[in-house]
Nanobody
Framework: QVQLVESGGGLAQPGGSLRLSCAASGFTFSSYGMSWARQAPGKGLEWVSNIYSDGSNTYYVDSVKGRFTISRDNAKNTVYLQMNSLKPEDTALYYC??????????????WGQGTQVTVSS
């Protein structure tokens, strides 16, 4: 069955960095776009970033552009989110999601359990 397992969350100081990983299994990883989304305390789910199945295109919500980088290693069935220059407003539960197409723009059919990121001094 499809599994998405996030890791790498934790506590970071403002201006610090974290690297999230999402290990995928149970499907042909290289055939699907992947996304990261987040949910801050008391707020709704927010899309953060997409990456195409072959890694050729990436997209970001405006609030993280220039600070976050999404990437993937299709040989390792893993998608990453490198987060630099972290801000307190980045505090959230971060989820990875499997798209239903090569771009991940249409819909998502599987989600991980989430990894908590807390940015605080």
């Amino acid at each position: 069955q499809v599994q998405l397992v996030e890791s790498g969350g934790g506590l970071a100081q403002p201006g610090g960095s974290l690297r999230l990983s999402c290990a995928a299994s149970g499907f042909t990883f290289s055939s699907y776009g992947m996304s990261w989304a987040r949910q801050a305390p008391g707020k709704g789910l927010e899309w953060v970033s997409n990456i195409y199945s072959d890694g050729s295109n990436t997209y970001y919500v405006d609030s993280v552009k220039g600070r976050f980088t999404i990437s993937r290693d299709n040989a390792k069935n893993t998608v990453y989110l490198q987060m630099n220059s972290l801000k307190p407003e980045d505090t959230a539960l971060y989820y990875c999601a499997k798209g239903t197409t090569t771009t991940a723009w249409d819909a998502y059919d599987y989600w991980g359990q989430g990894t908590q990121v807390t940015v605080s001094s």
